[in-house]
């Protein structure tokens, strides 16, 4: 079993739904969460970062994490078509990072 | 201008002929991290730095070595590719504790 678990996707939504992204996994000892942005052809870019249990915003973005599931989430609201990309989750036990365990990434697309 | 540097961008080679990946960042992280990308397989750990002449393995190291003898500079050295280490290379740099990873735009690398 795979340290974190992402469906792929792809996702694909209208503008201004909703989007719910998921990850789960199996390491209790997890302590920070983060959600990567990935364009076509670029490098991941960080857009939320987390620690321990509940939510956090940031603009139309919101990170939750629910450590006693073993389960994080990213909601965007109010999607555009620059939001298509692919996004991955990612998780540390600890704030140094070290260890660092990514999801395969969920591919989303924003049609106008 | 902040960046993370990698070189080359694009290298086919033949089994067994060692290669180096440079990678090279200016904004004084102490942090600094290897992935490869592989198609449904995410991003996946080689190794990671804490720091100059600190270095530890990650998820997948086999076939991989690293040193960090300046703060700067990450280079990851296949000393005999084979054709399953074919793949997208991305290095990664941050400040410890931040949790915002800082990619290049990454190398794809083909082993024939």
């Known amino acids: 079993q795979k340290e974190v678990e992402q469906d792929p996707g792809p996702l694909s939504v209208p503008e201004g739904a909703i989007v719910s992204l998921n990850c789960t996994y199996s390491?209790?000892?997890?302590?920070?969460f983060m959600w990567y942005r990935q364009y076509s052809r670029k490098g991941p870019e960080l857009l939320m970062y987390?620690?321990?249990?509940g939510n956090k915003e940031d603009g139309r973005f919101t990170a939750q994490v629910d450590k006693s599931s073993k389960y994080i989430s990213l909601f965007i609201r109010d999607s555009q078509p620059s939001d298509s990309a692919t996004y991955l989750c990612?998780?540390?036990?600890?704030?140094?990072?070290?260890?660092?365990?990514f999801g395969r990434g969920t591919q989303l697309t924003v049609w106008p | 201008e902040a960046q993370v540097t990698q070189n080359p961008r694009y290298l086919i080679t033949v089994t067994g002929k060692k290669l180096t990946v440079t990678c090279s960042q200016n904004?004084?992280?102490?942090?600094m991290s290897w992935y490869r990308q592989d198609p449904g397989l995410g991003l996946r750990q080689i190794y990671y730095?804490?720091?100059?002449?600190?270095?530890d393995k990650g998820d997948v190291p086999e076939g991989y070595k690293v040193s960090r003898k300046e703060k700067r500079n990450f280079p990851l050295i296949l000393e005999s590719p084979s054709p399953n280490q074919t793949s997208l290379y991305s290095c990664?740099?941050?400040?410890?504790?931040?949790?915002?990873?800082?990619f290049g735009e990454g190398s794809r690398l083909t082993v024939l």
């Open positions: 990664a740099s941050s400040f410890i504790g931040t949790g915002e990873l800082f």
């Open positions: 390491n209790s000892a997890f302590q920070y």
């Open positions: 987390t620690y321990s249990s």
């Open positions: 990612a998780m540390s036990a600890s704030s140094t990072l070290g260890r660092l365990y």
């Open positions: 904004m004084n992280h102490e942090y």
């Open positions: 730095s804490m720091n100059v002449e600190v270095t």
